[in-house]
C-alpha cells in the first residue's frame, strides 16, 4: 500500500488518472499554493486567481494524460497551465482597459516594479541569486514577459528595444538562468535531457 | 500573418521558442510553433527545460487554501467518455508503475477536505464522492463485456454444499452467463491473472478465483458489484477463495464487477482499487 504523501508526483498523476480522488488532493496539497499564488500575481486579483486555480485542478482530474514525466515535473506542467490560463484571461477583451492602464503604469516603472514581484515570489535564495547574475537587458525582457502578461512585441515597445531583439534575448535569459541555477545547486528537472 | 505564407524554419521557430514558454507570443506566432512541436522533438524538450526554469521562479512556496481545494472537490465529476487511465496508460511503461500506486491505502471517511487544525496537509475523505471515484473506475474499466444482465445483488449466502459441483454445472449451462474479470489493462501485476463469473437467472453466481494468488490470512478477496453508480459488496472471498458462491437479485443492472484485496473480515466500503475487474456492457 502506499502513502499518497509519499508517492511521486508521477505516480500521484497515474492515481488520478485512475479517478482517484485523493491523488488529486495530494497534489493539490503540495502545488495548489505555487499555483494560485502565481496566477494571483499575474492577475492580481483572486477572484479570477481563484477560478483559474480550479480549472488548473479540474484539467488534471480530467486530463491527467497531458502530463508526461518525460517532458518535466508536474509543478512545471501546472505552473505553465497557471500561466497560459491566467494569460488568456488578462488578453481577453473584458481585461482589455485594465491591462492598457496596467501597461502604461509598468513602462513608467519599466521592470522594477516586477522586480520586486519576483523576491516576493521566489523563495529559494538559488534563484533570487540565479536571477540578479543574469544582465539587466536579459533579466527585465523574462519577468516582464513572465509575471507582466506582456508579448514580446510589447516588451520591445516597453524597453525601446527592437523585437527581434527581445525574442532572442527571453530565449537567451532563459538558457542562462538555467545555466545560473545549475550552478547553484538547483537543477531543474528535465535538465539532463 | 495569413494561412498563405511558407511557414518558418526550424531555427525561425527555435527563436520563439523562449517567448513561447513564457506565453509571450502573438496568436498566429504560436499556432505556428505548436504545429512545429508536433514534429521536432528537440523543440519540445527546450520548451519543456523552459519551463522548468519559469516554474522555479513561480515557486511561491505557500501553503495551498483548503477552501478552495473544497471548491475543486465539489466540481469533480466522473470522466464520462474515454477512460483517462487507458490514454495515459498509452505511454506508460508498466514496469514503471509501482503496484502500491494501484492499491492505494486510503482513509476511510468523506468531499476530501484538508484539516488544517487537527493535523496539517492531511486529507479526510468523504465516502460519498470516494464510492463515486471508485464506482467511475469500475464504469470505465476493460474486460470482457456482457449484455443484458439484469440482476440486483444483495449479500452474500455462501453456499457450502458442494459449491464446486454446483458451480461446475453453472459454469457448463448454456443458459448461464460468464463474465471475464482481469487485471487493469496496464496493471503491472500478473498478467495471467483472471476470474470468471458466472450468474444466471436462479439468483446464485458463482466465482472462480483458483488463479488469484493466495494473500496472507490477515487479509481477504472481496467481491464488488457497480450498482446505480454505487459499490455494493457481493461477498468477502477469503484469502485464497478457489470457487465460492454469491447470491444476487435480479432485476437490477450491475455495469461492472470487481474484485479487490481487503484486510480480514472484509469492509463495508472499499478504498482500494480492483485487483481483477469487467465492465458490463448494458443491453
Known sequence: MIDLELASDANLVVAVARCHQPALAEAYRRHGGAVHALSRRILRSDPPAEEITQEVFLDLWRSPEKFDAQRGTLRSFLLARTHGKSIDFIRSETARRRREDRTTRETATAGYDVEHQVWDLAVAEQVKEALTALPDELRQPILLAYFGGHTYQEVAKMLGAPEGTVKSRIRVGLGRLRVNLAARGVEPAGAER | ?283
Open chain 2, 1 to 283: 500573418m495569413s494561412g498563405t505564407m511558407p511557414e518558418p524554419t526550424h531555427d525561425e521557430i527555435e527563436e520563439l521558442l523562449g517567448a513561447y514558454a513564457l506565453d509571450a507570443l502573438e496568436p498566429e506566432e504560436t499556432a505556428q510553433v505548436e504545429r512545429h512541436l508536433r514534429e521536432c522533438i528537440r523543440c519540445v524538450i527546450e520548451v519543456g527545460q523552459h519551463h522548468e526554469v519559469t516554474g522555479l521562479l513561480a515557486n511561491s512556496g505557500g501553503d495551498a487554501s483548503a477552501e478552495l481545494w473544497h471548491k475543486i472537490a465539489q466540481r469533480l465529476d466522473a470522466p464520462s467518455e474515454v477512460p483517462s487511465w487507458d490514454r495515459l496508460a498509452a505511454r506508460l511503461d508498466p514496469a514503471n508503475v509501482p503496484e502500491a500506486v494501484l492499491q492505494l491505502e486510503l482513509p476511510p471517511a468523506a468531499v476530501i477536505q484538508l484539516d488544517q487544525t487537527r493535523r496539517r496537509h492531511r486529507w479526510m475523505v468523504r465516502t460519498a464522492s470516494l464510492v463515486a471515484a471508485a464506482a467511475a473506475v469500475l464504469a470505465v474499466v476493460l474486460g470482457v463485456q456482457v449484455n443484458h444482465l439484469n440482476h440486483q445483488v444483495n449479500a452474500l449466502s455462501s453456499t457450502r454444499q458442494s459449491v464446486s459441483a454446483v458451480a461446475q454445472a453453472a459454469l457448463e449451462n448454456p443458459t448461464t452467463q460468464r463474465i471475464q474479470l482481469t487485471p487493469p489493462a496496464t496493471s503491472p501485476g500478473p498478467k495471467g491473472t483472471s476470474v470468471t463469473l458466472v450468474v444466471g437467472q436462479t439468483g446464485t453466481g458463482y466465482v472462480f478465483a483458483s488463479n488469484l494468488a493466495p494473500l496472507p490470512s490477515s487479509q481477504t478477496y472481496q467481491l464488488w458489484g457497480a450498482i446505480n453508480g454505487q459499490l455494493v459488496s457481493l461477498g468477502v472471498l477469503g484469502p485464497d477463495p478457489g470457487v465460492r458462491a454469491f447470491t444476487y437479485d435480479t432485476g437490477t443492472k450491475v455495469q461492472a464487477f470487481a474484485i479487490t484485496a481487503e484486510r480480514g473480515g472484509g469492509v463495508v466500503q472499499t478504498n482500494h482499487l480492483p485487483v481483477v475487474e469487467a465492465a458490463v456492457k448494458q443491453a
